[in-house]
């Protein structure tokens, strides 16, 4: 399955080494496994999810300073970190909370917001960090998954 989010149309992707922290992104479509996710139930509308290229769990940081809590896959913990309950809010939209602490599924969208955070190549975005944030109310919390 792919995620991708409303507000951007980028795909939920992740890195896949530890030099990279396997952080989570949201990028354009890469064509590949790397935006590719397993969903599995494991109660009422409770899901785990998985990197489809090397099975890691999704999963966010719970404790951060700042407002914003990243993303990145981890082995599996068996814990509510790794637990996303997935409501569908529209056609084909769903928002996607972390178990743990409730926070929404999001990315930035926007390249000139003091908050935006990027891995540039050259003047071009390259991708989006993706972290999970208070309820917005808007297209960014909104996810496609086909």
Same mark, same amino acid.
């Given at each position: ?9 980028? #795909? ?6 530890? =030099? @990279? ?28 999810? !998985?990197? %489809?290229? @090397? ?7 719970? @404790? =951060? ?11 599996? !913990?068996?814990?509510?970190?790794? %637990?996303?309950?997935?409501? !569908? ?8 909370? !972390? ?20 891995? =540039? ?6 991708? #989006? ?18």
């Amino acid at each position: 399955m792919t995620i991708q989010q409303k507000a951007s149309m980028r #795909y939920l992707g992740a890195y896949e080494t530890e =030099t @990279n922290d396997y952080k989570g992104s949201a990028r354009v479509a890469q064509g590949n496994d790397s935006q590719k996710w397993v969903l599995k139930q494991v109660g009422d509308g409770e899901y785990t999810i !998985q990197h %489809k290229v @090397n099975m890691r769990y999704l999963d966010a940081y719970t @404790n =951060t300073k700042g407002s914003d809590y990243k993303t990145m896959t981890r082995k599996e !913990q068996g814990n509510d970190t790794q %637990k996303w309950i997935i409501k !569908q809010v529209g056609d084909g939209e769903y928002t996607i909370q !972390q178990k743990k602490n409730r926070r929404y599924l999001d990315a930035y969208v926007k390249t000139k917001n003091s908050d935006y955070q990027a891995m =540039t190549r050259g003047d071009k975005v390259y991708d #989006y960090i993706a972290m999970t944030r208070k309820k917005q109310g808007n297209d960014s919390q909104k996810w496609i998954i086909q």
